[in-house]
């Protein structure tokens, strides 16, 4: 017990939460992701910025294997990411995502939704899981809304379920996928803050996204991709104000 | 609540014929052509009904219903057709608690979920109810319609008791469902007569049901066997369906009938009935697999990658997530297949089973009824007993899908 506690400490302190050493990823003859190596540190907000089709989505698939990477070694909270189910299940349990599309399960309640998988995966009671579920919709504050179906809701409440349906695993990391590319304007500002509050609550995040603004104000450090490529990592004040890379300067006159 | 109250708009007749009916030249000619062709097609059937002699119906009806069964064990058929009545009625009283208990959670008030008005029932099985009253009308005792009067009591009866039976021990109520099942079958079955001798349009039903409850299971295994990503598995998936796709109905009955003899062991020797349903189960199986793939196929692959990265296991996946959206989508689908089945039973007459149309037959070849063209009388009587059966089946199943259809995206 004691040597246990020890080592879970230890590796709490010095190793971080994520690595990717020398990733590659293909589709086909397509080369998604070159070469990628970055490491997250517990507790650390990386926001993923770059040019449709530069490999941001691809990268963070990776690392919950919802994509395989080809190869290169992509390590979650210790466990390293193989061909072995039980080790994939282990990330899985532990991350938690969010997608463009929110896919929530349209055929599920929204408390369903939050619940199911503390009760199917943690095996948790459930008049247990409803508790939780009902504390993680207060969180992203919708819970007046458990009983609805997904399809009743707007898009900005239908991504605040998701975040809550992740949050209810408890997991140690969670990695959003351009959570607010498609929602309409006047609902981006109630996601984002949830995912503010996330944040602050000490989750480790790892963000893809075209919101500069969050990039800014909630981002430990932003990582600039392009065709499958980091081009270059920096604190946001140092990547918005005086970026180095000439690629990196042509996307943000683009954008800004 | 602001309620708006206002008379409802209503044209009266004459305005509603004037613009549906008379609207121009063309319209009105087609209007007096068609009418034409329906006053003419109704006094056909009315002098049709009034004319004919329906004895051989008289005669015959027990023949017709039940075939070949020993007379003196009716009882049976008439005791498993009660437990299936309650059993029919506690589904039906679930159902529409289960949909009650959701619109005070969800607010949503489903339509059609719980029947609009007490005589809803009568609406929504008005075919098989009529088919119900010729049968009876066609009765020489009382007893049939005793049997059916409390039939009737007993499915009301299970509704009523469903609905009132308190949530926490609903549990109980889920699983009287398969115990009423089986001891109708065992009511049915504990005769040692054997399936050889049942028949008539009893023995259509008992085909489409037990045929269908068998062949769903092996249906969507099929299914899921075909999109499994190991070759050896998809190989058989694929092979199975497309070898028995290709093949007839009517010839996988007269093998089952025919030709398995020659496959198995010697004593072993299936009875007819036996033999036929597996080919019944082995044919349609294919046909649900091939539909449940198309369900699975509308299930956007956002919802595997969601459940996937909430930890959930590939076979809690697909239970939990995929195929109730799969099944849903494909009810449409799964009701054609289900009606063909119903009326595709009364090919097991070419293999020498005394199915309801096999039946009709050999009442037009009774001495007293031989040679005189009653076929125009028994045949449209089957005719009836299949649209009776089917239209209901569809309109059930619309209901079902635009109940379901709540809370969809």
């Known amino acids: ?256 | 609540m602001a309620t708006l109250t206002a008379a409802p708009v209503r044209p009266p007749l004459v305005a509603w014929v004037r613009r549906h009916l008379l609207s121009g030249p063309l319209n009105t000619l087609l209007t007096l052509v068609f009418g034409a062709v329906f006053v003419a097609a109704g006094m056909a059937v009315v002098r049709f009904l009034a004319n004919s002699d329906f004895t051989i119906l008289r005669v015959n009806l027990a023949l017709f219903m039940v075939g070949g069964f020993r007379r003196d064990e009716l009882w049976r058929i008439a005791v498993a057709a009660w437990l299936l009545s309650l059993m029919g009625g506690l589904v039906g009283g679930l159902v529409a608690a289960a949909a009650a208990a959701r619109a005070r959670q969800t607010g949503v008030v489903v339509t059609g979920a719980t029947g609009r008005g007490r005589w809803s029932v009568l609406r929504r099985f008005w075919p098989f109810g009529l088919f119900l009253v010729i049968c009876l009308s066609l009765t020489e005792t009382i007893q049939p319609t005793l049997v059916t009067v409390l039939g009737i009591g007993l499915a009301v009866g299970g509704y009523w008791l469903a609905r009132r039976w308190p949530a926490s021990w609903r549990r109980f109520l889920y699983l009287a469902l398969p115990i009423l099942g089986l001891a109708a079958y065992g009511v049915m079955a504990s005769s040692g007569l054997g399936w050889s001798r049942w028949g008539g349009f009893h023995l259509n039903l008992f085909l489409t049901g037990a045929g269908l409850l068998l062949a769903f299971p092996f249906g969507i295994l099929l299914a899921l066997g075909r999109r499994s990503s190991l070759p050896v598995v998809k190989g058989i998936a694929v092979g199975y369906i497309e070898v028995i796709r290709g093949v007839p109905l009517i010839t996988l009955l007269l093998m089952g009938v025919f030709a398995l003899g020659f496959f198995l062991p010697s004593n072993l020797r299936p009875s007819d009935v036996t033999r036929v349903l597996v080919a019944i189960t082995l044919f349609e199986a294919a046909y649900i697999a091939e539909v449940v793939r198309g369900g699975l196929q509308a299930v956007p692959s956002g919802q595997t990658e969601a459940a996937q990265a909430l930890g959930l296991s590939p076979w809690k996946i697909t239970r939990l997530i995929v195929l109730p959206q799969a099944l849903r989508a494909t009810i449409p689908a799964m009701v054609g297949q289900f009606i063909s089945l119903f009326k595709d039973t009364t090919l097991v007459a070419a293999v020498g089973l005394g199915d309801v149309l096999a039946a009709s037959s050999f009442a037009n070849s009774q001495p007293a009824f031989n040679a005189q063209g009653l076929a125009r009388i028994t045949l449209p009587f089957v005719a009836l007993a299949f649209w009776a059966g089917s239209y209901t089946m569809s309109r059930e199943a619309k209901r079902l899908e635009r109940r379901l259809g709540v809370g969809e995206r």
Request: aromatic fraction near 6%; proline fraction near 5%; charged fraction near 25%.
């Open chain 1, 1 to 256: 017990m004691i040597s246990s506690d020890f080592t879970d400490a230890t590796r709490t302190k010095n190793e971080p939460m994520i690595v990717l050493e020398h990733v590659d990823k293909f589709f086909g003859s397509f080369q998604a992701l070159q070469d990628i190596t970055m490491s997250v540190g517990r507790q650390e907000v990386v926001v993923v910025i770059g040019p449709s089709g530069s490999g941001k989505s691809t990268l963070i698939r990776c690392i919950n294997r919802l994509e395989k990477h080809d190869r290169g070694r992509v390590v979650v909270d210790g466990i390293e990411l193989t061909d072995d189910l039980r080790k994939i299940q282990e990330v899985r349990r532990e991350t938690g995502m969010v997608f463009q599309q929110f896919n929530l399960f349209p055929h599920l309640s929204v408390l369903d939704n939050v619940t199911l998988a503390p009760r199917q995966v943690r095996r948790m009671p459930r008049d247990q899981a409803e508790e939780l579920g009902k504390a993680m919709l207060a969180r992203v504050r919708i819970p007046e809304q458990a009983h609805k179906y997904p399809g009743q809701l707007s898009g900005g409440q239908q991504q605040r379920v998701a975040i809550a349906r992740s949050l209810a695993m408890q997991p140690k990391v969670m990695l959003f996928d351009e959570p607010t590319s498609a929602l309409d304007p006047e609902m981006i500002k109630e996601v984002l803050e949830a995912m503010e509050e996330l944040a602050t609550s000490g989750m480790t995040m790892i963000v893809v996204t075209h919101e500069m603004g969050f990039a800014r104000a909630v981002a430990d450090r932003v990582v600039f991709m392009a065709e499958g490529q980091i081009v270059e990592v920096g604190s946001p004040e140092h990547f918005f104000s005086s970026p180095q890379e000439p690629r990196t300067k042509l996307f943000l006159s683009q954008i800004l």
